[in-house]
């Protein structure tokens, strides 16, 4: 299984910018699907996910201004951030975690990561 991510880059403060991560190769089936990010000198922390029946979590400094989608047919997770903000600047990972097969122990991958920076 490889994760893909794309759509990083450098935006100025109460920009926007659309994050994409693709799974392919031999994937199992993916029951939750999230985006990560660490900031320099900080530690790797949970930005949103959304599992396979559509729950999702948020961490509370992004509420209301990210959103976390994801299209099954194409194993493919999107991060849409708006009114970014320059504490928002990270290298942000996606996840996907899953059970190859019903009995078997709970797998993550993820994705190589893509940096976000913005600008104050």
């Known amino acids: 299984v490889q994760l893909q991510a794309s759509g990083g880059g450098l935006v100025q403060a109460g920009g926007s910018l659309r994050l994409s991560c693709a799974a392919s190769g031999s994937v199992f089936p993916i029951t939750i699907m999230g985006w990560y990010r660490q900031a320099s000198g900080k530690q790797r922390e949970l930005v949103a996910d959304?599992?396979?029946?559509?729950?999702?979590n948020y961490a509370e400094s992004v509420k209301g201004r990210f959103t976390i989608s994801r299209d099954n047919a194409k194993k493919t997770v999107y991060l849409q951030m708006n009114s970014l903000k320059a504490e928002d600047t990270a290298v942000y990972y996606c996840k996907i975690s899953g059970r190859p097969v019903y009995y078997s122990p709970e797998v993550s991958v993820w994705g190589q990561g893509t940096l976000v920076t913005v600008s104050s």
């Open positions: 959304i599992s396979s029946g559509g729950s999702i």
